[in-house]
């Protein structure tokens, strides 16, 4: 798909009408949920009423007809009327109308491709705050279509794409920021931030690379397994495959570790510890802690007790003592072994994951 491609979403409808159905409701947006009543079965007469609401003047109503008419949903495709019926929302103030007007006029539909045309829709939507708009506004002013160059301009209007939530935009700047191209002063703190929020807006792709860097410590991320965990996980979910491969090799790599760290104290079954080196684990897992004694003058490893991991803060961990293993006592007198600041080591295993729930 060219990267400045429309992706039409249209929330309630698509279809086609010939004839406009009369429409004995009180206003434009009666009879354009009426519309979307008729749409949601399955009925051909839904553009009917979408067509009188657009000539009543919602613009609600001209865009859902317009995409209906240029899809050929329910009804047949007509591309002259879709044209005329999303320049009409457009003007009515619907960003998506213009942005389906965009894609006819760019495909030549009913229309020979007219550049200038296209500057014209792409800005129109957004200026009336459409995040897709937007992206199209930058593509004109930067490629350039229908002007010049315009650099500034297609900059803004990214950026503007990116905060009204349209995602391949932030990824977009993310990486002009990252790379300090295109007019972007390079801003390695602004490049993660966008293309976090790429991720926010549903970007698996965005997720994966967030994710990466977060496994990695790059870009000035502090490396955190379990949140680069989290973001492939996220990544999987919105059915990006890499994201998924690089989830389920992460969880197999960190199913289990061995970390060093500083006893910080111990209160009845609470210890909290300050972590030296290795990787944290997730809370619930599961180990043992030990740390090394010195006997008749030779080293050991001495096993203090089982534990469970209750909390991950930064570096500090709590954990739960679920079994004492060390019990030494020496002229009646238990020995202590958490003292703080006594270097321990924890062996430690990811919980089993929650077995999915039954359909």
């Excluded at 290795?278 to 030779?298: H, I, N, Q, R, Y």
């Amino acid at each position: 798909m060219n990267t400045f491609a429309v992706t039409l979403v249209c929330s309630v409808l698509a279809g086609t009408a010939t004839h406009a159905a009369p429409c004995e409701l009180a206003s434009p947006k009666a009879c354009y949920e009426r519309g979307v009543e008729l749409f949601k079965a399955g009925d051909a007469e839904a553009a009917g009423f979408f067509d009188r609401a657009c000539e009543s003047g919602g613009a609600e109503g001209c865009t859902e007809l317009g995409f209906m008419l240029m899809e050929g949903m329910l009804v047949q495709r007509d591309d002259a009327r879709s044209l005329k019926a999303s320049q009409r929302a457009c003007e009515l103030g619907s960003g998506l109308g213009c942005n389906n007007a965009f894609v006819m006029v760019r495909d030549g539909r009913a229309t020979r491709r007219d550049d200038l045309e296209l500057r014209r829709l792409a800005d129109r939507a957004c200026e009336l705050d459409d995040g897709e708009g937007c992206f199209l506004s930058a593509a004109v002013h930067g490629e350039p279509l229908g002007g010049e160059l315009d650099q500034k301009r297609s900059n803004t209007a990214l950026d503007k794409s990116c905060k009204l939530g349209f995602g391949m935009a932030c990824s977009v700047a993310a990486n002009r920021l990252l790379e300090g191209s295109f007019g972007y002063a390079k801003d390695e703190p602004r490049g993660v931030r966008m293309m976090a929020r790429a991720c926010e807006t549903n970007s698996g792709d965005a997720c994966n690379v967030v994710a990466a860097w977060t496994l990695a410590g790059d870009h000035g991320l502090v490396r955190d397994v379990e949140k680069a965990l989290a973001l492939f996980g996220n990544a999987c979910a919105l059915e990006d495959q890499d994201g998924c491969k690089n989830e389920a090799d992460l969880r197999a790599k960190t199913a289990a570790g061995t970390l060093t760290a500083k006893l910080v104290r111990r209160s009845s079954k609470r210890v909290l510890l300050s972590l030296t080196t290795g990787d944290a684990p997730p809370p619930g897992a599961t180990g043992e802690v030990a740390k090394e004694v010195e006997t008749l003058g030779m080293k050991a490893s001495l096993t203090l007790a089982k534990v469970v991991v209750k909390r991950v803060d930064g570096r500090t961990l709590e954990l739960e003592v679920t079994e004492d293993l060390a019990n030494i006592t020496i002229d009646g007198k238990k020995l202590d072994h958490w003292k703080p600041g006594v270097p321990v080591t924890v062996k430690w295993q990811r919980p089993a994951p929650a077995p999915s729930a039954t359909p």
